[in-house]
């Protein structure tokens, strides 16, 4: 299992930006692929999931602002970020978790495999 991240970068503020994360090793049996931020000195959150079903969860930092997608003839998940935030900056990272059980979605220690995380800075 492997998941790679790309699309990271600087932003303006009230600017776009897209992640994506590319994933190999497995195609339909998984729970949900997730998009987590840690910012230095703070804790990884989550910030949006999609499951198996495309079933979207978001955190409500950045609900409205964030879509999460995927194209599952590209093995990918997306994340569109818009009108980013000074607290949106943080290494961002893309995980997949095959049985999440009675857990919810944002909690980190339930996925399986990570990918290496992309810095996105917002800076005027």
């Known amino acids: 299992v492997q998941l790679v991240e790309s699309g990271g970068g600087l932003v303006e503020p009230g600017g776009s930006l897209r992640l994506s994360c590319a994933y190999s090793?497995?195609?339909?049996?998984?729970?949900?692929i997730a998009w987590f931020r840690q910012a230095p000195g703070k804790e990884r959150e989550g910030v949006s999931c999609?499951?198996?079903?495309?079933?979207?969860y978001y955190a409500d930092s950045v609900k409205g602002r964030f879509t999460i997608s995927r194209d599952a003839a590209k093995n990918t998940v997306y994340l569109q970020m818009d009108r980013m935030k000074p607290e949106d900056p943080a290494v961002y990272y893309c995980a997949v978790v095959f049985v999440l059980g009675g857990s919810t979605w944002y909690e980190a220690g339930e996925y399986d495999y990570w990918g290496q995380g992309i810095q996105v800075t917002v800076s005027s």
């Open positions: 999609i499951s198996s079903i495309d079933a979207t």
């Open positions: 090793g497995f195609v339909l049996d998984f729970h949900g």
